[in-house]
């Protein structure tokens, strides 16, 4: 356990439908990362924030994909009009400004019906 | 394009065998490498991180090599048990980038048998 949570660890949901994931950091951590993998590759990046701001998004993150970080502790990371391509592991990860290393979470499973 | 490449990509080995994992990458500028272990269903867990004057560092059974020259890396894993099969995946650091700093490689899926 590195400290990091995420809810749920799995969700499986119809082709259309909204889903909403929550990561919780390590408390201390002003850093927080989101990254999406699908089976037999590594993660890629979605998007992170410094404290309560988004400061970069990949171009993976298509207009259906939101995320937000309101008060610079929790994030959650909503799709919208789910699709079936959306399916993959959701990973949320945590660092301190200036540290070398990121905390992963244990990730949400998503399956797109 | 930065990249990190990662051999073989599946390894079955007997129980108490020992193993190496490859990692060869492009990423420019460097700052540092790190090997991850991935259980199934589980978020990766770091093992070693490696900054480029750093050219070897232990973890208990694993050992990883840095050679900064090649841009290359390896995970040697001593004495295997069952515990250790896992998804292991080499990730490398750049000095710029914005938030989006780390290359990930696809991983080395390893399996331990009886």
């Known amino acids: 356990d590195t400290g990091v949570s995420q809810d749920p660890r799995h969700k499986i949901t119809k082709r259309g439908q909204n889903v909403t994931f929550r990561c919780d950091p390590i408390?201390?951590?002003?850093?927080l990362y989101w990254y999406r993998q699908t089976l037999g590759q590594g993660p890629e990046f979605l998007t992170y924030?410094?404290?309560?701001?988004?400061?970069?998004k990949s171009r993976l993150l298509s207009d259906r994909f939101s995320a937000e970080r309101p008060k610079g502790s929790f994030s959650t990371l909503e799709i919208q009009r789910t699709e079936q391509g959306d399916s993959a592991m959701y990973l949320c990860?945590?660092?301190?400004?200036?540290?070398?290393?990121?905390?992963f979470g244990p990730g949400t499973r998503l399956t797109v019906l | 394009k930065n990249q990190v490449e990662q051999s073989p990509q599946s390894l079955i080995i007997l129980e108490g065998k020992n193993c190496t994992l490859q990692?060869?990458?492009?990423?420019?500028?460097?700052?540092?490498l790190r090997w991850y272990k991935q259980d199934t269903g589980r978020g990766p867990v770091s093992l070693t991180i490696?900054?480029?004057?750093?050219n070897t560092k232990s973890n208990g059974r694993y050992t990883a090599t840095l050679d900064a020259d090649t841009k290359q890396s390896s995970l040697h894993i001593t004495a295997s048990q069952l515990s250790d099969s896992a998804s292991y995946i080499c990730?490398?650091?750049?000095?710029?980038?914005?938030?989006?700093?780390?290359?990930f490689g696809t991983g080395t899926q390893l399996k331990v048998e009886l």
């Open positions: 990692c060869n990458y492009t990423v420019s500028p460097f700052s540092n």
């Open positions: 490696m900054t480029f004057s750093e």
């Open positions: 924030f410094q404290n309560e701001a988004q400061l970069e």
């Open positions: 408390s201390e951590h002003n850093r």
């Open positions: 990860a945590s660092s301190k400004q200036g540290a070398n290393e990121q905390f």
């Open positions: 990730v490398v650091r750049a000095l710029t980038g914005g938030g989006n700093k780390l290359t």
